[in-house]
């Protein structure tokens, strides 16, 4: 089989961010959808649950690729377009990214600008702002934060919501959803414990679970706190550069905000350090005094799926596409790779990103 039919059946193995956006659109262009997962549907053990929901791929070009620009700059375009699809606009915030430090850090932020002009030319578009443009814009930063950086084009979104919801389409579309249930996948085969279930296409969506079918494929832990506090208010993220570390803060509905900072080159899932809790509330505290006082609810530890060149790659044979390697960049990418994927499903010639996603030969094992 080349390509899918209006009747095909299609298994997705993961139901964390693309496997539920691919689900989505295929049951939307009038597919038959199974959905396996090996946790829960409702709090998935997904990355896509830890994640921060930050769709800024100026920020990301300073620390990666030129082509995470390029699917990030399209996923700018797209997340607005599938959102109302899904009725769900309000959970995209298109109000820009801030970028801070304290004076005796002004040498990372200037770095951190001297990287992204290098590596956007005339594209990079910054904007300086001095003490009263910075807290004009997001008036519960510490005083003492006297310079920043506006990223005006970058975004972000609810992104629990956005899986709740996407699984509610998907369940309302006649969507197959199989929790609690692990898989391994074969060319137009699902390998459950209970034995193995054909399919006319499997796309494997598993993350650093496919780990046993795609070697090099390597899981990075990052650790954020949730903490609750209606004490400040946020509209936008904000990353504080630090010469040691990056924080971030993402504020989500609720009077929530989630704190990241963390990226360790190890694949332990073991609850957070001391010394991580205390690195992120600290630098949280100088940020804005008043998150003294803030509720944490949550601490979270999940594993980026990366390749070796932590650059996203989908992968095909008959019956089987695997889409894996996001990285730190789910929400960044999802639109181009699951854009991309759906194209090959279609047969057609001209697949999105293709110079990018598709090139390199397809070394998976089989289960
Ligand atoms: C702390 C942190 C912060 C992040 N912040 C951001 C951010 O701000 N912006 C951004 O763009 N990206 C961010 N990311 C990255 C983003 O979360 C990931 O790139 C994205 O979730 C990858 O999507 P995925 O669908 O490939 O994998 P996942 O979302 O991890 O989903 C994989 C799914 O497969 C399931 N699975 C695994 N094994 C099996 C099996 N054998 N059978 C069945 N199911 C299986 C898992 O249970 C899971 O639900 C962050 C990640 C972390 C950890």
């Not at 946790?39 to 990301?60: I, K, R, S």
């Not at 369940?171 to 199989?178: A, I, K, P, T, V």
């Not at 949730?226 to 904000?238: A, F, N």
């Not at 963390?262 to 630098?283: F, K, N, V």
């Amino acid at each position: 089989m080349t390509s899918i039919s209006p009747s095909s059946h299609v298994a997705i193995a993961g139901a964390g961010l693309l496997g539920r956006l691919l689900a989505w659109r295929l049951l939307r262009g009038g597919r038959r959808v199974s959905l396996f997962d090996a946790g829960d549907l409702d709090t998935p053990p997904a990355a896509a649950w830890t994640a921060a929901g930050m769709v800024a791929p100026q920020c990301e070009t300073a620390v990666s690729e030129a082509s995470i620009y390029a699917m990030g700059t399209f996923a700018l375009a797209q997340w607005p377009k599938w959102l109302a699809e899904l009725d769900a606009e309000a959970l995209w915030h298109a109000k820009g990214s801030l970028v801070v430090a304290h004076p005796q850090d002004m040498a990372a932020l200037n770095q951190f600008r001297r990287d992204l002009e290098h590596a956007l030319g005339e594209q990079a578009n910054l904007q300086a702002l001095d003490h009263a443009g910075l807290h004009h814009l997001e008036p519960d930063l510490a005083p003492g934060l006297r310079q920043g950086l506006y990223l005006e084009n970058e975004a972000h979104l609810d992104n629990r919501e956005l899986l709740v919801r996407l699984l509610a389409e998907i369940r309302g579309l006649g969507g197959q959803c199989h929790a609690h249930c692990p898989v391994e996948t074969a060319p137009g085969e699902i390998v459950t414990p209970g034995g193995r279930q054909r399919f006319d296409w499997v796309i494997d969506c598993r993350g650093t679970g496919a780990r046993p079918r795609q070697p090099g494929l390597r899981g990075v832990r990052g650790e954020t706190l949730h903490v609750r506090t209606s004490e400040v208010h946020l509209s936008r993220p904000v990353r504080l550069m630090h010469p040691r570390y990056q924080l971030y803060v993402v504020p989500k509905p609720g009077h929530r905000f989630v704190i990241g900072a963390t990226q360790i080159e190890s694949e332990d899932r073991s609850p957070m350090s001391l010394q991580s809790s205390l690195e992120l509330g600290s630098a949280l505290f100088t940020l804005s005094p008043a998150f003294a006082e803030a509720r944490i609810l949550e601490q979270g530890v999940n594993l980026r799926p990366a390749f070796h060149d932590n650059l996203p790659r989908v992968t095909q044979q008959p019956g089987l596409i695997s889409a894996n390697g996001l990285f730190r960049h789910g929400y960044l990418l999802a639109p181009a790779v699951a854009s991309h994927v759906l194209a090959r499903l279609e047969g057609d010639t001209q697949l999105p990103f293709r110079s990018i996603l598709d090139v390199r030969p397809l070394q998976e094992v089989s289960p």
